[in-house]
C-alpha cells in the first residue's frame, strides 16, 4: 500500500509507538488493513476496533502471531510484543488512513449513492467500466463509514477505477464518505423515502445525498437521474452542470426504444450525446434500464466507446437478494430481500407483473421509514392491489398495514375481487404453512427489508 508506513501513520492518525523495539522498518509499506484478527496476513495493519460483541484488542497478539507489520490501537494490552501506534478512537484512525492512502493514488473514483438501487447500479457500472479498466468495487454491503475506508484500503497499483457504493442514514455522514473518497464522478440513483427517522423527508434526504459533491474533485462531474423531481432541480455542482441520465429526450443519456422480453430483460436503443447504440440487458424491469443509462453516463465521462459499453450491460448479472431471478424446477423466484422501503418495493412489484404465471406477492415490513411507516406500508398495498398479482402475502407487524392497503382497494371495488390476500404475523408463521401457500409454475416475489431475514424464504422456495 503506497506510502502506508508506520511512519505515516504516526503522522496520520496523531498516534504514540509502543512495544516496538530498534529493529522494527518503520518505512515499510504495509501489504493491506484489516479491523478482523481472521483477515490478517504477513506485513498488514491491524486495527482493533471494540464493537458490542467483541473487543480487537483481545486479538492484537494473535494478528502479530500472523505477521502483522503493526496495530492500531486503544491501548496495549499486557505482554504483546509487536508495534502498537496508540489512538484515542481505532476507527477514526481507519477514516484517517483511508483519507490519506486515497491521496497518495493516481486512480478514477466513481462514488454511487442513492436511497434505492445503489447497489445495483454500482454493479452496472462497473461492468461497463471493465471493458476498459482494471476496476475495484464494493463488495457485499461496505458502503459505511467502516466498509468505506476498508474498501479504499483494498485499492492497489493495478488498479485504474474504483467504483464505490456510499451509504447513509443521517446528515452529515455522506461528507464524511466523500471525504476518504474523493470521488472524480459522482452518481446518485434517486431521492426516495429512505432514514426519514434522521432526515425526516426527501428535501432533508436530497441535502443528506449532495453531501458528496462537497469533496467531488475539482474536474469531477455530477451524474443524476432526471426522473426523480428532486434530483433533476440541481442544476449546478461545484460549477459545472450535470450530466443527467433518464427517460426524457431533454438529456444528455436516455433510451430511443425499448423492447420488453418479460423476465428475460430488454433490447433499447440508447442515446448519449452524438452516440446511439443498442444495448441487451440481462435482466428485467424497468429500474435495470435506468441502472444502464447510469453505467453509459459514468462510461461516457471516462471515455468508453459505445462498442465497450454495450458489451459491458451484457455481460451484467444479478446480486443475490437484488432483484435476483432464481429459476428451480418448481417456481421462479423473484429474491428481493435484501432491503426495501417504498420506491423499490413498487419496482419489485413491477417485476413481478412481468411473469407469465400465477404472480405471489410475498411482501414484508420495511424500516427506518419514520412517523409515517403505517401509512407508506398501506401505501404499497394500495399499489400492489392496483397492479392485480393473483396473491398477496404479507407478513410482520407492519405488514399488516400492507395488508389493510390491498383489502381496502378490494372492499371498495377499486381491483379485481380475486386477489387472494392475506396476513401472517411472523415469518415463521407463515413458512410453517409455506407447503400449502405455493404452487408449482408460480413466479413468487420475496421482498422486505434486510432485518426480517426473508432470505430464509428464498432458501426454503429453492428446496420447494
Not at 474504483?162 to 470521488?183: C, N
Not at 443519456?253 to 423492447?259: A, D, G, I, N
Not at 437484488?322 to 419496482?347: E, F, H, Q, W
Not at 411472523?426 to 410453517?432: G, P, R, V
Request: hydrophobic residues 40%; contains cysteine.
Amino acid at each position: 500500500m503506497k506510502n502506508i508506513t508506520i511512519e505515516n501513520l504516526l503522522s496520520v492518525c496523531g498516534g504514540m509507538l509502543h512495544c516496538a523495539d530498534s529493529s522494527i522498518d518503520k518505512k515499510k509499506e504495509a501489504a493491506g488493513v484489516a479491523i478482523d484478527s481472521r483477515l490478517v496476513e504477513k506485513d498488514y495493519i491491524f486495527i482493533a476496533t471494540k464493537g458490542e460483541r467483541v473487543d480487537g484488542h483481545d486479538y492484537i497478539a494473535s494478528a502479530f502471531e500472523k505477521g502483522a507489520l503493526a496495530v492500531i490501537c486503544e491501548h496495549v494490552p499486557e505482554g504483546v510484543k509487536g508495534a502498537c501506534i496508540v489512538v484515542k478512537d481505532s476507527l477514526l484512525a481507519l477514516k484517517e488512513i483511508a483519507e490519506f492512502y486515497r491521496n497518495q493514488l493516481n486512480i478514477k473514483v466513481v462514488g454511487v449513492t442513492g436511497s434505492v438501487g445503489k447497489t445495483s447500479t454500482k454493479e452496472f457500472i462497473a461492468a461497463v467500466l471493465e471493458e476498459k479498466y482494471n476496476v475495484l468495487k464494493t463488495e457485499g454491503n461496505f458502503n459505511n463509514e467502516i466498509g468505506l475506508p476498508l474498501t479504499i484500503c483494498r485499492i492497489r497499483d493495478e488498479h485504474e477505477v474504483a467504483v464505490l457504493e456510499m451509504g447513509i442514514s443521517d446528515f452529515g455522514e455522506m461528507t464524511r464518505l466523500a471525504k476518504m473518497a474523493r470521488p472524480d464522478v459522482a452518481v446518485i440513483t434517486n431521492i426516495g423515502q429512505c432514514h426519514l427517522e434522521n432526515l425526516k423527508d426527501r428535501n432533508g434526504v436530497l441535502s443528506a445525498k449532495t453531501e458528496i459533491f462537497k469533496y467531488l474533485k475539482e474536474d469531477g462531474v455530477a451524474c443524476l437521474f432526471a426522473d426523480d423531481d428532486k434530483l433533476i432541480t440541481v442544476r449546478n455542482v461545484n460549477g459545472k452542470k450535470p450530466v443527467f441520465f433518464g427517460s426524457s429526450k431533454e438529456v444528455k443519456v436516455h433510451p430511443l426504444s425499448v423492447t420488453t422480453n418479460g423476465l428475460l430483460g430488454s433490447d433499447c436503443t440508447i442515446a448519449c450525446g452524438d452516440k446511439v447504440f443498442i444495448v441487451h440487458i440481462p435482466l428485467p424491469g424497468i429500474h435495470r434500464l435506468y441502472n444502464t443509462l447510469a453505467a453509459v453516463a459514468v462510461g461516457d465521462v471516462l471515455g468508453l466507446s459505445e462498442k465497450e459499453m454495450a458489451a459491458g450491460i451484457e455481460k451484467i448479472k444479478a446480486t443475490p437478494g437484488r432483484g435476483n431471478v432464481i429459476k428451480t424446477d418448481c417456481l421462479t423466484i423473484l429474491d428481493d430481500c435484501y432491503n426495501a422501503n417504498p420506491v423499490s418495493m413498487s419496482a419489485a412489484i413491477d417485476l413481478l407483473m412481468l411473469a407469465d404465471s400465477r404472480k405471489v406477492a410475498v411482501l414484508g415490513d420495511m424500516f427506518e421509514l419514520g412517523e409515517e411507516e403505517k401509512w407508506m406500508h398501506e401505501s404499497v398495498g394500495k399499489y400492489a392491489a392496483s397492479k392485480e398479482p393473483d396473491v398477496i402475502y404479507c407478513i410482520g407487524e407492519l405488514g399488516r398495514s400492507i395488508y389493510d392497503g390491498v383489502v381496502g382497494q378490494i372492499s371498495k371495488g377499486k381491483v379485481d375481487k380475486s386477489i387472494y390476500v392475506r396476513h401472517f404475523a411472523t415469518k415463521e408463521d407463515f413458512l410453517a404453512q409455506i407447503d400449502s401457500l405455493i404452487k408449482e409454475g408460480d413466479a413468487v416475489l420475496v421482498k422486505a427489508s434486510h432485518g426480517m431475514h426473508f432470505e430464509e424464504i428464498v432458501n426454503k422456495l429453492k428446496e420447494w
